[in-house]
């Protein structure tokens, strides 16, 4: 377990995110999932990809199938009442930035109802905090090598539920048995201006959703994490978590795709998910170069590139 103090930590990249959005979504009722997969990663994904003035987009897709033994819940502590299919974070470098996503945005809004029968969009203008990333692949784009989970974290109306947060979570980070933790404290949801204002999908959140914290944390295993839980320092930290916890949502995360990295668009954002995954795994390089990378971008084969080659 005390390996991983030694791994570089790459937090430091993500500082370049100023404002973001978290979002999580649930596929339309009826729908397989594997068709809800891919739709979300090779037709949806893409086109946000190619909207202006966006600087991160990554998709977490999460399983339903896997419950047990994910978080060990605070006696008093409910499990919170919601189903999510998966979560995506939209960054951007400022607000100006922003406004220009949000001004072309209605384009993708409108293709929402196709797979998303709920999608929530919580606002975090000050951006998200990465306490801790020893993953030294910056454009994730596969199946999840971490057990990496999505913590969904209510503590009521208590007033300092937000300092609490950020400081357990700075100590969960510190652990040598976490790889990977990023905190997103949004602002309050409010039902009464839904976000994002795409047709025919909910953006109703019951009350225990409207004011929450998000902890994304990975670990090397199952079995790695267990045994943190087991630990005198994650011990130590349950009296506080009964206390400060109203309900908890754990979201087990298959895969992480990454479509924009610091205004870059990766191969899976140029060319669709599985695409890229393919270019990998034949190593089809020619593939990647400039004179075929181009002919894929908006203004056609004359448009110069610089873009993120590999998935």
């Excluded at 090779?42 to 399983?63: E, I, M, N, T, W």
């Excluded at 754990?250 to 479509?259: A, I, L, Q």
Aim: proline share 8%; glycine share 8%.
């Amino acid at each position: 377990m005390s390996a991983g103090v030694n791994l570089p930590d790459y937090r430091e990249r993500d500082e370049r995110v100023r404002c973001l959005t978290y979002t999580p979504v649930r596929r339309l009722t009826g729908l397989p999932h594997p068709v809800f997969a891919a739709y979300w990663r090779d037709v949806h994904g893409p086109l946000c990809a190619r909207l202006p003035g966006l600087g991160y987009y990554v998709q977490y897709h999460f399983s339903r199938g896997v419950s047990a033994n994910l978080w060990p819940v605070p006696a008093g502590v409910r499990r919170m009442d919601v189903v999510l299919d998966g979560a995506v974070e939209i960054g951007f470098a400022g607000t100006e930035e922003q406004a220009r996503f949000e001004a072309a945005s209605p384009v993708l809004f409108e293709d929402e109802h196709n797979v998303f029968e709920h999608t929530v969009a919580y606002d975090l203008p000050d951006g998200s905090r990465t306490l801790v990333d020893r993953v030294a692949d910056p454009i994730p784009n596969g199946a999840d090598p971490l057990h990496r989970l999505h913590l969904h974290l209510n503590g009521g109306a208590a007033d300092d539920f937000r300092s609490w947060v950020r400081d357990w979570a700075q100590g969960l980070a510190a652990a040598p048995a976490v790889r990977k933790l990023r905190l997103h404290q949004p602002t309050p949801y409010d039902n009464a201006h839904p976000a994002p204002p795409a047709p025919m999908v909910d953006h109703q959140v019951s009350n225990e959703r409207r004011d929450i914290a998000v902890v994304e944390i990975g670990f090397d295993s199952p079995l790695a994490a267990r045994e943190f839980f087991a630990s005198t320092d994650f011990q130590d930290t349950v009296p506080a978590q009964a206390e400060k916890l109203r309900s908890i949502g754990v979201f087990p995360v298959t895969g992480v795709y990454t479509y924009i990295r610091d205004g870059v668009m990766t191969a899976a954002g140029l060319r669709g998910s599985r695409s890229a995954q393919l270019i990998r795994h034949l190593g089809a390089v020619n593939q990647i170069q400039d004179d075929v990378t181009r002919r894929f971008l908006p203004g056609g084969p004359n448009r110069p590139t610089n873009r993120h080659h590999r998935d």
